[in-house]
């Protein structure tokens, strides 16, 4: 792995992770097939000519049974149209609490591998991501606690001792998201001083919101994952959880500034990096959008480009399959998704920890601090 050891010492890389890098990081979250089953058992039983058929479609395809219910076919009338709403939006409140229940024994213990990975990271780096979680929210805010002086500020009639500056998330997302703290009466203000990498959550997040569904213009704002009573603050009335589930047509769903920031921002991003790193996903055929994404931000826009790259362009696949079969669908897939592209899959295996491997390339070849004292929890600067 000489070529990428030599890529990483280099700026201008792009981490791209799915459902398997939470995975990896904290083994109580869910695959998607774990909430297809899920959903299945919890879905509340009701009449119409539409629910038994989204259930066949839940038990044959996830992803597909939600792109169906999210799109509006030439046949829908006003009826049809409610209750596929009303299943969609469902289904969704049951993958939400699903994903954040696994939150709720999260200790400091368990991060050490996404801390591991996000210390290796520069902050020159973008890093995309599919998942609604927030395992990087929590370990990067976990990395720099340590470092930071604790202040106590007062919030919802409550002390709360930060260990960090509370608007750590905005430095993070740096996107058109306010905080939840600033509901009343604040607005969105970019961050100027960028202490951290280029992160960018093109499905969402458990912890944003947004005023209106049927409101391109609605606010969106962000909450603090590791402040608990969050979930019952008043200042989440009236605001709907935002995810985008990995469906064919996101045009309904994604129709807002905020996900116009996000795609256009990791586009430029894409298309400035040499070096794209592709973690835990299976680039589900569904999801078309991020293929194109890679295909033409990656590959075709950087074209246009007047500043030549150090590196040709290049993917690195990083992945741990279940079976040969499944390893051998997975190369394919990749294969024929992006024709004639480079791409490397010495970081995918059936046994192994791919990703733990990647983070020891990291860790080698950009000299952050050592691996045994991460695997402890403790970060040096």
Excluded at 48 to 72: C, K, M, P, Q
Excluded at 167 to 191: H, K, N, V
Aim: net charge negative; with cysteine; glycine share 4%.
């Amino acid at each position: 792995m000489n070529d990428l050891s030599e890529r990483l010492k280099e700026d201008k890389v792009t981490f791209f992770s799915g459902a398997g890098f939470s995975k990896y990081s904290h083994g109580q979250l869910p695959l998607m097939a774990q909430l297809s089953i899920s959903v299945l058992s919890k879905l509340r039983k009701r009449g119409g000519i539409h629910y038994e058929y989204v259930l066949n479609l839940l038990r044959e395809d996830f992803e597909n049974a939600l792109t169906w219910l999210s799109t509006e076919w030439p046949w829908d009338n006003s009826f049809s149209k409610s209750e596929k709403e009303s299943l969609y939006f469902e289904i969704l409140k049951i993958i939400e609490n699903d994903i954040g229940s696994s939150f709720i024994s999260f200790k400091n213990d368990d991060m050490y591998r996404a801390k591991s990975f996000l210390s290796c990271l520069y902050q020159s780096d973008t890093f995309l991501t599919v998942n609604y979680d927030c395992i990087v929210e929590m370990a990067n805010y976990s990395i720099y606690s340590s470092s930071k002086i604790n202040k106590t500020s007062r919030d919802y009639g409550q002390d709360i001792v930060w260990s960090v500056p509370s608007d750590s998330l905005r430095e993070l997302y740096s996107s058109p998201l306010s905080s939840l703290q600033d509901r009343r009466g604040g607005s969105f203000i970019m961050s100027t001083e960028r202490g951290s990498f280029n992160y960018l959550k093109l499905h969402g997040s458990i912890n944003w919101h947004r005023e209106s569904k049927s409101d391109s213009r609605s606010e969106f704002f962000y909450s603090y994952p590791w402040v608990e009573y969050l979930s019952s603050s008043p200042n989440l009335q009236g605001l709907e959880t935002y995810i985008v589930p990995p469906i064919s047509n996101k045009s309904n769903i994604t129709n807002n500034y905020l996900q116009a920031h996000l795609w256009q921002h990791s586009m430029r991003m894409l298309a400035n990096s040499h070096t794209l790193i592709i973690m835990g996903y299976s680039l589900p055929i569904t999801d078309q959008s991020i293929v194109h994404l890679f295909r033409h931000g990656f590959f075709n826009a950087w074209k246009s480009s007047k500043y030549p790259l150090k590196f040709p362009k290049k993917i690195f696949v990083v992945n741990l399959c279940m079976n040969e079969c499944e390893l051998e669908e997975l190369k394919k897939r990749f294969v024929d998704s992006f024709k004639g592209e480079d791409i490397n899959f010495e970081l995918v295996s059936i046994t192994g920890q791919p990703l733990e491997d990647l983070t020891k390339i990291m860790l080698d070849s950009r000299g952050v601090p050592d691996w045994e004292k991460l695997m402890l929890g403790r970060s040096e600067t």
